[in-house]
Structure formats: structure tokens, C-alpha cells
């Protein structure tokens, strides 16, 4: 049986993290000594390590929750998990798509820079440009 400090060194979680989890469901009450102190066991400490494992591909806790249900019941169909595992790849997908459309426009601001003063500076022209980049953005312009 592991004290919370211990679960908390092996699986790289913060105490506090552990206790949250707790509250909200995605790990169980643990069993308790005679004197309150929480212990978990091996099963516990799987748990949040997957949980953790998880949170590290991004996944969020609500989908957490639906993997762990999935988990908890061996019999279920397999194609549910890859389900949830082609939506995220989906999500990421896009989010690398605007990420290089960030790292794009920052490179072009960059290369366009005189590097004059800065009452010339393309960097700032353009941020300062912010609200006319939200209009185009909003028409498709």
C-alpha cells in the first residue's frame, strides 16, 4: 500500500492533482489507515498512471473519463476507443495546422522587419493591424 506522497513521486502527479481526480470521479476513494491517512494499491496506481499518460497526449479529462469506462468494462467493443482516439488525432491535426499558420505569418513579419526604428517596425505595424486581421478573418477575406 502506497501513501499519497509515494503515488504522487512514481506517477509524477502533484498531491493536490491526485486529490482533485478524487473529487471529481476519475479515481476512486482510496482505503484509509486508522489514523485517516489515504493508501492506494497497485490498481490505483495504474489508474493514475494512464490517467496521466493521457493528460500527456492532450486528451482531456471528459474524454478520460469515457476511456477509463471503456477500460473498466473489458467486453466492450474496441472500435469505441478508436473512436475517440480518430477524433483527437482530428483535433491535434488541426491544431498543428494553425500552429503552422502561426509560425508562417511570424516568419513573414520577421523576414519583412527593416529593422529601422521602432516607429518603423513591421512586427508591431502588424500587431497593431490586429483588429483589421480580425475583420478579414471574420468576412474570409
Given at each position: 500500500?502506497?501513501?499519497?506522497?509515494?503515488?504522487?513521486?512514481r506517477?509524477?502527479?502533484?498531491?493536490?492533482?491526485?486529490?482533485?481526480?478524487?473529487?471529481?470521479?476519475?479515481?476512486?476513494?482510496?482505503?484509509?489507515?486508522?489514523?485517516?491517512?489515504?493508501?492506494y494499491?497497485?490498481?490505483?496506481?495504474?489508474?493514475?498512471?494512464?490517467?496521466?499518460?493521457?493528460?500527456?497526449?492532450?486528451?482531456?479529462?471528459?474524454?478520460?473519463?469515457?476511456?477509463?469506462?471503456?477500460?473498466?468494462?473489458?467486453s466492450?467493443?474496441?472500435?469505441?476507443?478508436?473512436?475517440?482516439?480518430?477524433?483527437?488525432?482530428?483535433?491535434?491535426?488541426?491544431?498543428?495546422?494553425?500552429?503552422?499558420?502561426?509560425?508562417?505569418?511570424?516568419?513573414?513579419?520577421?523576414?519583412?522587419?527593416?529593422?529601422?526604428?521602432?516607429?518603423?517596425?513591421?512586427?508591431?505595424?502588424?500587431?497593431?493591424?490586429?483588429?483589421?486581421?480580425?475583420?478579414?478573418?471574420?468576412?474570409?477575406?
Open positions: 500500500m502506497l501513501a499519497i506522497g509515494t503515488l504522487a513521486k506517477t509524477g502527479t502533484k498531491v493536490q492533482t491526485i486529490r482533485y481526480y478524487e473529487q471529481i470521479g476519475l479515481m476512486p476513494d482510496p482505503g484509509r489507515t486508522e489514523g485517516g491517512q489515504r493508501r494499491d497497485q490498481a490505483e496506481l495504474d489508474r493514475l498512471a494512464f490517467i496521466r499518460h493521457a493528460r500527456q497526449l492532450g486528451f482531456t479529462l471528459e474524454v478520460i473519463r469515457e476511456l477509463l469506462d471503456l477500460s473498466d468494462n473489458p466492450r467493443s474496441c472500435a469505441e476507443v478508436d473512436v475517440i482516439a480518430h477524433r483527437h488525432l482530428k483535433e491535434v491535426e488541426a491544431r498543428i495546422a494553425r500552429l503552422e499558420a502561426l509560425r508562417k505569418e511570424l516568419k513573414r513579419m520577421l523576414r519583412e522587419c527593416r529593422r529601422d526604428t521602432v516607429s518603423d517596425c513591421r512586427v508591431l505595424e502588424v500587431l497593431r493591424d490586429h483588429g483589421a486581421c480580425l475583420a478579414n478573418h471574420d468576412t474570409g477575406a
